[in-house]
Antibody, heavy 122, light 107 residues
Framework: QLQLQESGPGLVKPSETLSLTCTVS??????????WGWIRQPPGKGLEWIAS???????YYNPSLKSRVTISADTSKNQFSLKLYSVTAADTAVYYC??????????????WGQGTQVTVSS | DIQMTQSPSSLSASVGDRVTITCRAS??????VTWLQQIPGKAPKSLIY???SLESGVPSRFSGSGSGTDFTLTISSLQPEDFATYYC?????????FGQGTKVEIK
């Protein structure tokens, strides 16, 4: 049974770096059948895709965040991570990690972690 | 970037009602659309992928249709557990984008 669990600080100071990790169980992040991603949801607002990473190491970023974001995968730990630099209050959100469906591309992100609240405040 | 415009932003309906939510893409995206359900305080759950394919375990009262630019999610007979916010998502290429969401409330 696939499980994705986000972890990281719940409070980050303005101008600092937000670092989150998604630990995957019930599936290997090095499988070519899937890719992995991060999505966020500000309070009371909709969903915003942040970035995706493939088993090959290929990455894709939301253009609106690209200059401040890095996504990476650690196959030895079966985890993937997100770093968001120079955060402001506008980055306050619930952050979700997710896995794609398997099958022929393109494939949607379809299996989501429970999410983790990150607040940016001094 | 391709934008997804979802409507309505909210609706009120009664148990047993038929509910339809629409999503329009700013460019053609074939059938690369999913529909997600989000209950307050919970993570989104995928209901439909490839515009009309039902995810395993999702009740058959949910259905999706459309291709190109216009897509529809239909709930044939609304149940108490269906009161939630629904999002469309396009995934034909990057960036992935979502509709603004439709909140389905109890009348």
């Amino acid at each position: 049974q696939l499980q994705l669990q986000e972890s990281g600080p719940g409070l980050v100071k303005p101008s600092e770096t937000l670092s989150l990790t998604c630990t995957v169980s019930g599936g290997s992040i090095s499988s070519s059948n899937y890719y992995w991603g991060w999505i966020r949801q500000p309070p009371g607002k909709g969903l915003e895709w942040i970035a995706s990473v493939y088993y090959s190491g290929t990455t894709y970023y939301n253009p609106s965040l690209k200059s401040r974001v890095t996504i990476s995968a650690d196959t030895s730990k079966n985890q993937f991570s997100l770093k968001l630099y120079s955060v402001t209050a506008a980055d306050t959100a619930v952050y979700y990690c997710a896995r794609s469906k398997e099958g022929r591309p393109p494939r949607p992100l379809a299996y989501w972690g429970q999410g983790t609240q990150v607040t940016v405040s001094s | 970037d391709i934008q997804m415009t979802q409507s309505p932003s909210s609706l009120s309906a009664s148990v047993g009602d038929r509910v339809t939510i629409t999503c329009r893409a700013s460019q053609g995206i074939s059938n690369y659309v999913t529909w997600l359900q989000q209950i307050p305080g919970k993570a989104p759950k995928s209901l439909i992928y490839a515009a009309s394919s039902l995810e395993s375990g999702v009740p058959s009262r949910f259905s999706g249709s459309g291709s190109g630019t216009d897509f529809t999610l239909t709930i044939s007979s609304l149940q108490p557990e269906d009161f939630a916010t629904y999002y469309c998502q396009k995934y034909n290429d990057y960036p992935v984008t979502f509709g603004q969401g439709t909140k389905v409330e109890i009348k």
